[in-house]
């Protein structure tokens, strides 16, 4: 098993995180920052350390997904603007707005969002069923053409509590 090694701004990024989704969800008067606030470590280490996306690129189709369960979330929103994509400040103070590029529930972008509480658990297994037929369909020997992962918060609320338990 690896070791996770702290970085010396990671405090910074996720207090970072919580900040701004406190300030966009009251901009909004809609909504609680409970969720971003409370995911903002894992998806700070997860973004930062793992996930394989190109903010050129945003319909890269090998890049990895982040399925978020519990939709109308601005953690979305604030990971695309802190990754580089085309999202400004102004477009996360425009959060929940109608005419906004930041609806509750991102229509375009990388990630995924889904409506009823649970329904992200059977988006991400299908994506990562999906995934692995187009791998196991066009990849060849020595030649992986789909290697991307899907990830989940509920599937990483599970491996943080194995990890914890292990």
């Known amino acids: 098993m690896s070791k996770f090694t702290p970085e010396p701004t990671d405090e910074l990024c996720i207090n970072t995180i919580r900040a701004l989704a406190a300030d966009v969800v009251g901009k909004a008067n809609s909504g609680h920052p409970g969720a971003p606030m409370g995911m903002a470590p894992v998806a700070h280490v997860l973004f930062s350390r793992f996930f394989n996306a190109n ?31 085309d999202l400004t400040m102004d477009d996360l103070k425009q959060f929940r707005q109608l005419g906004s590029r930041t609806p509750g529930h991102p229509e375009a972008s990388i990630e995924v969002t889904t409506g009823p509480l649970g329904q ?5 297994v299908g994506l990562a069923i999906a995934q692995t037929h187009m791998s196991a369909t066009f990849n060849k020997d020595e030649f992986d053409l789909i290697n991307n992962y899907t990830y989940g918060e509920l599937l990483l609320l599970i491996s943080v509590v194995i990890g914890i338990l292990i």
């Not at 990895?64 to 990971?79: M, T």
């Not at 992200?120 to 991400?124: I, M, R, V």
């Open 55 to 85: 903010p050129k690129n945003s319909k890269w189709y090998n890049r990895d997904r982040f399925v978020l369960s519990n939709g109308r979330c601005a953690l979305q929103y604030i990971l695309l603007h802190l990754l580089g994509y």
């Open 120 to 124: 992200g658990f059977s988006t991400a």
